[in-house]
């Protein structure tokens, strides 16, 4: 019986096989629990803070909309929290744990989110930092298992810069559930090595593949899933976008990219995109850069291969099962 009240929710690299199998298994519950109207306010009268240094749509909505489902309240602190600046780390992790019942963090270095829960003697979550993304890699494998109906064996293949949280937390991910991954980029994109190393071992026992292409036709011949993520990431200046075009531009995932895979190959992405000039941020990119869309054709993103907004959706699901569990 998996039992994880009381644990922190930092990077998938502290869960078990079984750990993250209960939590994708529970959120599938409580999701079917959400859409046959049964309320599941488990957790009625406890406090949630939500510290977000970083800008946030889906974990942001995700961790309030679940706290509520719970009967939780949720306090949401971006800049008005003395967080890093007047008050340390530690300080604010015992201020904060000696009002609410969990903590959740979002921003940037792994090492912020790990001081937190150090200090802090309530359950805290890493809702996104530079070097992990636990919770979106959650919704992604209850999404694919929706899909596909299994994760053990499934050929996943992350398109562009796998050196930041996502291409991490994938090949984590996949490496302890039994997903065959693939990184494909140019070889300075690739992950860390000693991630890598230790993602080996891990995938040695799991029956998980890893693999690390240059030729993306190579590189998708044959996978279940394409993933992708914007070519910059969270917080870094516009002056690099010119580079990383130059670099991935290569690598966007298009029609004949997906023909070149599995007949039944779906898209994922974690969103937001850069597939059209729907968007302001979206248009000033296309019009600086002459590109009518960067990581991801609207073509695809819009296609009946793409479950990008199931995928969305279920990072509430999910958010709600680590928050459920741990608490």
Known sequence: MVNLKGRDFLKLLDFTSEEIEYLIDYAAELKA??????????????????IFEKTSTRTRCSFEVAASDLGMGSTYLAEGSQIGKKESIADTARVLSSMFDGIEYRGYGQEIVEELAKYSSVPVWNGLTNEFHPTQILADFLTIKEHFGYL??????????????????LMVGCAKMGLNFTACAPKKYFPDEKLIAECEKIAAQTGSKLSFIENPMEAVK????????????????????????????????????MDAADENCVFMHCLPAYHDHKTAVGKEMGEKFNREAMEVTDEVFESEKSIVFQEAENRMHTIKAVMAATL
Not at 224 to 249: F, K
């Open 33 to 50: 629990q959400k859409k046959a109207g049964q309320k599941h306010r488990i957790h009625e009268g406890k406090n949630v803070a939500l």
């Open 152 to 169: 053990k064996g499934i050929n996943f293949v992350y398109m562009g810069d796998a050196r930041y949280n996502m291409g991490n937390s």
């Open 222 to 257: 044959n996978a279940n899933v394409i993933y992708t993520d914007v070519w910059v990431s969270m917080g870094e200046p516009i002056e690099v976008w010119q580079e990383r075009i130059d670099d991935l531009a290569p690598y966007q995932v298009n029609k004949p990219l």
